[in-house]
């Protein structure tokens, strides 16, 4: 069954879109998976980063928080005579302590150190930013420790209190002023192991490192977290130490993937470009074949049934005349001649498809060629009312070629200007040297040829569109000949034509020396 023409386009028309669509779609969630993928392992690691810096923040807020339960029962209010022991023992302990007031609540009174000259700076400073009525001394619960901090600038301070009750229910507000220097090296032993793998920082409120330098937000891997209740006024920071490398190879590998869809892409749609082209190119083709052969089955079947009716007519014997049946004897000459020119044509054709390119070449002289080739078929042309002008150069330079080959070439031409001339009949055959080459043009003044159609003559198969050229018998195939017996020799064939005007088909074959004379 044959299926209409209409039905392959649109079927090739649904499936290149349908190809198109998925391939787009398939693009399109590829690259958001992979940048979905690239976000999960992001998060994992900014998480897993969170866990780690909460742990470390944690073991440092608990250490802090055990040695101020050591400090407290360290103390004992109901033995003021023991004080200086007990404020020299913690002193002297690594529990971070520079010094321990003891005061009465309220106003603020000191109990211990007793106030001396040797005191007042201490005492001052600590005085300075330990206020007590920032604190809320009524609400606080006996025995529970607290922690102040304070940032000034140059000077942080940082105090453990506890409100105690002595035996005859006094309140003891005992004050542990921390050393900031202690402190540091605490934060520092805490976060050794954690440095190995992250840059670790300490900040103020301001931005001001602590603990090392301040670490730049800018990274999608930095992380900060404050203490909660003990170093409340600081922050601690930490960002993986290849955080660079890690954002680098997120980009690569981001740009990595969006190169391969796109190159998967690209390659999809040129393949459906080419397999577009391919298919148009082969349904032209297929075009192209039916008309040949419908072209040829035309061309064999007039002569033949010509052949036919004048052999029968001739074998009844009813024609009695000579002269009558000398032209139907005419007739057939003629008719089975220009049959068996288009079966040769078709065989040439063939051959030459086929030939081994130089397998003929010898040393030929184009001019001579075309004079003598002319000599017996001009006769024939002349006897159709063409008036033919013969303008051989004979000073043209023997070259290397298939003389048989450019003899089928030449009459090609010939041919085309005969079939395509109409009423102007009037052709110009020219052979002459230029730059190199010998140029042999057939000259007409004939029905021309478009602009548009010109690189197509050439094709196989193909004929020409034109009204008065399909009226014309033809096979397509004889500037296809042409074309390919010059690309044989390295030349070329060139036409110039103006509708109505005529003509100018230029067979260029370049001068060569036949291989063995080349070198001398
Ligand atoms: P055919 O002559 O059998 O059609 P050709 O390959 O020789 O095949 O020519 C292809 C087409 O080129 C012709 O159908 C015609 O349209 C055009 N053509 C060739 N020679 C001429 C010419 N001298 N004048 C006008 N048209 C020509």
């Not at 229910?169 to 402190?183: A, H, R, S, T, W």
């Not at 089955?297 to 004048?310: A, D, N, Q, V």
Request: include cysteine; proline fraction near 4%; glycine fraction near 4%.
């Amino acid at each position: 069954m044959k299926v209409p023409p209409v039905y392959n386009t649109v079927a090739v028309v649904v499936a290149i879109g349908v190809i198109i669509i998925s391939t787009a779609t398939l693009s399109w969630f590829s690259y958001h998976y992979t940048v979905g993928r690239e976000n999960l392992a992001e998060t994992t690691l900014v998480q897993t980063n969170i866990k780690l810096a909460t742990q470390y923040v944690d073991r440092i807020e608990q250490k802090i928080i055990d040695n101020d339960g050591i400090l407290s029962e360290m103390v004992d209010v109901n033995e003021p005579s023991k004080w200086p022991a007990m404020v020299d023992a913690i002193r002297k302990s690594d529990l971070n302590v520079d010094m321990v007031y003891f005061l009465r609540p309220g106003r603020n009174y000191l109990l211990y150190p007793p106030y001396s000259y040797e005191i007042r700076n201490l005492w001052g400073a600590f005085h300075d930013s330990f206020k007590i009525k920032e604190i809320n001394v009524d609400n606080l619960t006996v025995d529970q420790m607290n922690h102040l901090q304070k940032e000034r600038p140059n000077n942080y301070f940082f105090a453990s209190y506890v409100m105690k009750e002595n035996r005859k229910g006094e309140k003891i507000l005992v004050c542990y002023q921390m050393n900031f220097y202690k402190i540091v090296v605490l934060l520092d032993n805490r976060l050794r192991d954690l440095q190995k793998d992250f840059y670790v920082a300490a900040v103020d409120f301001e931005n001001n490192g602590i603990y090392n330098l301040p670490i730049s937000r800018s990274s999608k891997y930095y992380y900060e977290m404050r203490f909660p209740s003990t170093l409340y006024k600081w922050i601690l920071q930490i960002v993986p130490r290849n955080y660079t490398e890690l954002e680098r190879e997120v980009k690569i590998q981001r740009r990595t993937n969006l190169f391969f869809i796109i190159l998967s892409t690209t390659l999809i749609f040129f393949s459906l470009a080419i397999i577009y082209v391919a298919g148009r190119r082969e349904r032209q083709l297929r075009q192209l074949k039916e008309d040949f052969i419908s072209n040829v089955s035309h061309e064999l079947k007039t002569p033949l049934s010509l052949i036919r009716m004048f052999s029968e007519i001739l074998v009844t014997g009813r024609v009695k005349r000579e002269d009558t049946k000398k032209e139907y004897y005419n007739i057939i000459h003629n008719e089975s001649d220009r049959m068996s020119r288009l079966i040769n044509n078709l065989l040439d054709f063939a051959i030459l498809r086929q030939a081994e390119n130089g397998k003929y070449f010898e040393r030929t002289n184009i001019a001579r060629l075309v004079s003598k080739e002319l000599e017996a078929y001009r006769y024939e042309i002349q006897k159709d009312g063409f008036q033919i002008t013969v303008e051989v150069d004979s000073s043209v330079p023997d070259t290397y070629a298939d003389p048989n080959a450019i003899t089928m070439a030449f009459f090609n031409l010939l041919d085309n200007s005969v079939k395509y001339s109409g009423d102007q009949r009037q052709i110009t055959v020219r052979v002459e040297q230029r730059n190199g080459c010998v140029d042999l043009s057939v000259v007409d003044k004939g029905f021309g040829i478009p602009d548009a159609e010109q690189p197509k003559i050439f094709e196989k198969f193909y004929r020409g569109s034109n009204a008065s050229v399909r009226k014309v018998r033809g096979s397509g195939i004889g500037l296809s000949i042409t074309k390919h017996v010059a690309e044989m020799h390295g030349g070329e064939v060139l036409v110039e034509s103006t509708p109505g005007k005529g003509s100018t088909f230029t067979l260029r074959i370049p001068i060569r020396q036949p291989p063995d004379l080349a070198g001398s």
